[in-house]
């Protein structure tokens, strides 16, 4: 039996086609389609419900070492106020999760972690905590919506004070008063697109959505599924649990380099093994269809007769209006512009090899903030 | 749910237009299009192609998936709607009028239904 979110009745009330994913009831998508969905963060902004991520708590004297020790980013780096991405590794240097980390204070931290890896994430966690420290796992009790696009920073402003409000990229501010309603709100999310994460007790959930699409509908704000969610983050070049990474795949060969940090003091789980597998191979590349058709995950990929690689995720993309994949390839055939044939159901389709991420949102223009 | 009374309906969600005694036109329903989502491509057969009753003659693809659109009739294709190829949203904006295959010399259909029972039958899928 799939659980609930607290927002369940506002999909339904919304007109949500709800699914069961990761364990919960969600909407793929509404009565407006994906495709709308998916422009609508791109050019004002859409509000996802993923109150299905799992929140954990780490406090106490030794919290910094224990994430250090578990994690392949370095903690330590991380102020009060920001957030920061990081592989969570098994000891065999392959994922066990990809996850963000808000640093909530010297000694307290809040980890968000994928729905479907919840239980084995907290099964790993507490199996390797040491020292002084304490753990709690809040997913139960806390909601968690993303609000994305161009007009998400206008929307927030209508709501609350905008000074108060996070601005640079991957930092969050607690206590945002929503209408009265305490919230943390990071500025991070999974579209490529400016905007933000809100969260907050279970309690409000509803309460704060009614409040955003109200605050929103005039600046084209609605409600977006698990469909557009996917395509937003393929065409931003996010990998994902299950498609780009798994427990044999490590974050080097991922291009994740940036956010493992061999020299930390202290070493972390499965450095060792991760280093002894190197010089990798393969390599995450991006796909371009070029001829028609779309390609999806685990489609084989050919020079001529020479099998090189396979996709890992695959969709059409509204907002380049083709078909896009990201693959892994064996790294010597893996240079951008090389022409590649994918095959789908038995027949071939012309593809190039292009550059990560598909989308990069034009960051010139600062987002504008109107006052409260 | 746009279910018009002058076709017929197979139970897979495509709808059958008796153009003469022994052609016909073949399409996806409103509740077809619904269940698909945006469609965004579609792999058309060829004029010349045969088709059999309950077997499939072409796919389709929406944001999310693809899925086999089944013949309704046994024949051969006449004439494909060559306009899906670059719109094949209009399965999603016109499913009535966005036809997919036409079909002569037909000699076999598998089970029909009229818009009231297939209505009875879309009332049933949603319902679960």
Redesign the interface.
Known sequence: MEKKTPLYDCHLAAGGKLVPFAGYLLPIQYATGIITEHMAVRQQAGLFDVSHMGEVIYSGRDAEKNLNRLLTNDIALLHYGEVCYSPMCNTEGGFVDDLIVYKLGDEKYMLVVNASNREKDVAWMQEHLFGEVQFADISDDTAELALQGPNSTAILAKLTDAAALPVDNYTFKENIQLNGISCLVSVTGYTGEMGYEIYLDNAHAAEVWNLLLTAGKELGLIPCGLGSRDTLRLEAGMPLYGHEMNDRITPLEIGLSYFVHLEKEGGFLGKEAMIAKKPYTNKRVGLKVIGRGIVREQEKIFIGEQEIGITTSGTYCPYFGCGLAMARVQKKYGKIGTQVDVEVRGKRIAAEIVALPFYKRDRTTAPSVSSK | MNIPQNLLYSKSHEWVLRLDETTVRIGITDMAQQLL??L??I?LPEVGDAVTSGETFS?V?S????SDIFSPVTGEISAVNEEL?DHPQLM?SAPYEAWIIEVKNVSDREELFAAEQYAKICAEEEGH
């Open positions: 989502g945006d965004v491509y792999n796919d693809e944001v999310k998936a693809v190829r999603n």
